[in-house]
């Protein structure tokens, strides 16, 4: 019997790594061997886009910051950011995107990791990569979006199987990319094996947090009203597996003109979700002593 998650074709399967792997489109990324790519650090770039002008700013570890001559200071309290191109900022100037504006409102210093087109297994390796160099991280955010869930089942890049052991990616002919590309199919057991790898991966995360002291939180957006098909993924991915998480419905109506990413309206509506959800009062009992500790001792915000 055909899973009803298998009934609904990809909405796209252009090889991420042709869209978003190393080329010449802002912001630029190099190869990496154990997550397909990253950002190229210490740059500014910019980018005509939603008719404007965008600058996305890297520091020398691939983090986007402000400018690339401030750099992210891993000693002090942060919040730390990872998934792809919505928690980056893709279309947004650096003070429009969800990190920077958490830390507005927070304010405490945040670190955006995430880089454009990754999967939700390479969004958690570069957090396993990254997180020790972070001295007191105070909360961990990464992002996962139901409508990108097909990039969790390709195989064609590294990426994590059962166990989270590390794969190298699987070539394929140039006949069976094309036919993927042009008649995009996920079988019932491919489905089934990326909800269950998907629910791993976001476990391992939400763990890899707590072991550092630090308050997990799974932010997932999504443009109104919820796919059916998406609901079912979100619910059988973190509902059923007792993930924290943030849902956050957004209009429309708010993305970059002639983009389908996200807003500088929608990324507000994320940040001040993240940001109560992170300083409620009745948040897990560590994240909420620590972020009252530190709004006490000179780290005011308008949650705070």
């Not at 897990?284 to 780290?299: E, K, N, V």
Request: aromatic share 8%.
């Amino acid at each position: 019997m055909m899973s009803p998650l298998a009934e609904k074709p990809s909405r796209s399967r252009r090889p991420r790594e042709r869209k978003w792997g190393p080329g010449n489109e802002e912001p630029l990324r190099r190869r990496d061997p154990r997550l397909g790519w990253v950002f190229v650090p210490s740059r500014t770039g910019h980018e005509r886009i939603g008719g404007r002008v965008v600058e996305y700013a890297f520091d020398a570890e691939g983090y986007r910051v402000h400018c690339a001559n401030q750099p992210i200071d891993p000693e002090r309290p942060t919040v730390v950011f990872t998934g792809e191109s919505v928690m980056a900022g893709y279309g947004l100037n650096w003070d429009e995107t969800v990190p920077a504006q958490v830390e507005a409102l927070l304010g405490m210093r945040c670190a955006n990791l995430a880089v454009n087109g990754f999967a939700t297994d390479q969004a958690y390796l570069r957090l396993l990569t990254e997180l020790p160099r972070f001295r007191q991280p105070v909360a961990v955010v990464t992002g996962f979006m139901p409508t990108l869930f097909d990039r969790n089942l390709d195989d064609d890049l590294p990426h994590l199987g059962p166990g989270l052991v590390w794969q190298p990616g699987v070539y394929q002919w140039r006949l069976a990319a094309i036919r993927d590309i042009m008649f995009p199919y996920r079988s019932t057991e491919a489905i089934e094996r990326g909800i269950s790898l998907t629910r791993e991966v976001l476990r391992a995360t939400v763990d890899l947090a707590r072991a550092r002291g630090a308050v997990p939180l799974i932010l997932v957006p999504e443009f109104a009203p919820e796919d059916p098909t998406e609901e079912r993924l979100r619910r059988r991915i973190l509902d059923d597996a007792g993930l924290p998480y943030v849902w956050v419905k957004l209009d429309p109506s708010w993305r970059v003109p002639g983009d389908s990413h996200p807003d500088l309206r929608a990324a507000h509506a994320m940040a001040v979700a993240i940001a109560a959800q992170l300083a409620r009062a009745d948040a897990d009992p560590a994240c909420r002593s620590l972020i009252q500790g530190l709004c006490a001792s000179g780290f005011p915000g308008s949650v705070c």
